[in-house]
């Protein structure tokens, strides 16, 4: 059962045909507040790909130690938002001209031997590593086997022979493997990056973000306190521990309202026509999953029912044959869509109306 706040409740009755996304900022200000508590000891850099919204950005400023950003795009974004914040600077394929960002980030990730020969420097480096762990249970991959992302060994190998003469600074090891997993797993994780650091002798670890969100039980929470207090059990003096959490973060806070446009049944399945689109909240598409959603109207029998935007493809599906009570006008709140939702939907597709954004205080 998804209860949706006050505030979001609000733009949904004056909801007209054009879909609205809405920003908690205010839950996703407590919740960040708890991450923080939960992770003391910790450096968190929030991985601004999540959700780069400024006002989001904001939110998160005063509980974080810093931004993570993966282009040049991001990194000029961020400063412009936020001119005093660190910045770590990953991707793994870099321009000249985002290398020559490197001496006004706070760190620079490297991901691979060629950008380290690029890199004029100064620079302060954490060298990402794809180490061959197992990483079952994942949503994604990004390390645990051959991937674009990061170096093996042998590639880190290679760049600290290369960094003994360089003006580049190495100050530890960057790793974000797999995302969508539970605290046992992401410490299980850990412990290897652990391991394979302090066999090199850095003191500072980027442990990358990661951490599951579980779209299909949205009251669900990642065990922000076991994580942190695992973490704390294996730091050592003298290290800095980091992490980049990103949908766990913000997915939270964001709500996309769309009104129903049309009810039908074709072939024996019902279908809700909404007025936005999945090219508003691409989520459900990448994924694979049905979007978590609360009507506001409804009063009609719950029937199970395919929710579809109004785009001329058939991959155009928020949820599929879900339960739901809801009739011509009401008006469905998509929830946990604050997290790779808008910023990563192709949105001039069909040329429809963009949302307007609100933002809850
Ligand atoms: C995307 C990304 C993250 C954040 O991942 P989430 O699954 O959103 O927590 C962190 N670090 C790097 C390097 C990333 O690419």
Redesign the pocket.
């Known amino acids: 059962m998804i209860e949706v706040p006050e505030g979001v409740a609000a733009v949904a009755w004056s909801l007209g045909d054009v879909p609205a996304y809405v920003y908690d900022l205010a839950a996703l200000d407590a919740h960040a507040a708890a991450v923080r508590a939960a992770t003391e000891g910790v450096e968190i850099h929030y ?1 601004v ?2 959700n780069p919204d400024p006002e989001v950005l904001h939110t998160l400023a005063p509980h974080v130690d810093g931004l ?1 950003v ?1 282009s040049g795009g991001e990194f000029a974004h961020v400063r412009s938002v936020l001119p005093d914040m660190p910045v770590s600077v ?2 793994p394929g870099k321009t000249a001209d985002e290398l020559a960002l490197a001496p006004s980030a706070y760190r620079w ?1 490297v991901e691979s031997p060629a950008e380290l020969r690029r890199l004029a420097g100064p620079a302060e480096v954490l060298l ?1 590593v794809n180490l061959d762990v197992p990483v079952s249970g994942a949503s ?1 991959a ?1 390390g645990g086997g051959a991937t674009p ?1 990061g170096m093996d060994p042998a590639g880190v190998a290679e760049c600290l022979a290369s960094l003994a003469s360089s003006s580049v600074r190495l100050r530890g090891i ?1 790793a ?1 493997l797999a ?2 997993l539970a605290a046992p797993a992401l410490l299980a994780l850990a412990d290897a990056v652990l391991a394979y650091a302090r066999g090199l002798g850095v003191a500072e670890i980027n442990l ?4 599951a969100v579980a779209y299909d039980d949205p009251d669900a929470r990642f065990d922000w306190a076991a994580y942190g207090a695992g973490l704390r059990e294996r730091a050592r003096p003298g290290e800095t521990l980091r992490i ?6 913000t997915a939270y806070c964001g709500w996309y309202l769309t009104t129903v446009i049309d009810v039908k049944r074709v072939h024996g399945e019902r279908f809700a026509v909404l007025s936005g689109g999945t090219h508003h909240l691409r989520t459900p598409v990448t994924k694979g999953h049905d979007q978590p959603f609360a009507v506001l109207g409804g009063g009609s029998p719950a029937e199970p029912t395919t929710l579809v935007g109004r785009l001329c493809t058939p991959k155009d599906v928020f949820a599929r044959k879900v339960p739901a009570s809801l009739g011509v006008g009401d008006v469905v709140a998509f929830a946990m869509a604050g ?2 939702a808008w910023n990563i939907s192709h949105h001039d597709f069909l040329m429809h109306p963009k949302p307007a954004f609100h933002h809850l205080r």
């Open positions: 991985a790909k999540a993570e993966a990953g991707g990730h990402r994604l990004m992302f960057h974000h995302s969508g990358g973000g990661g951490m980049e959490p990103g949908r766990a973060l997290a790779y």
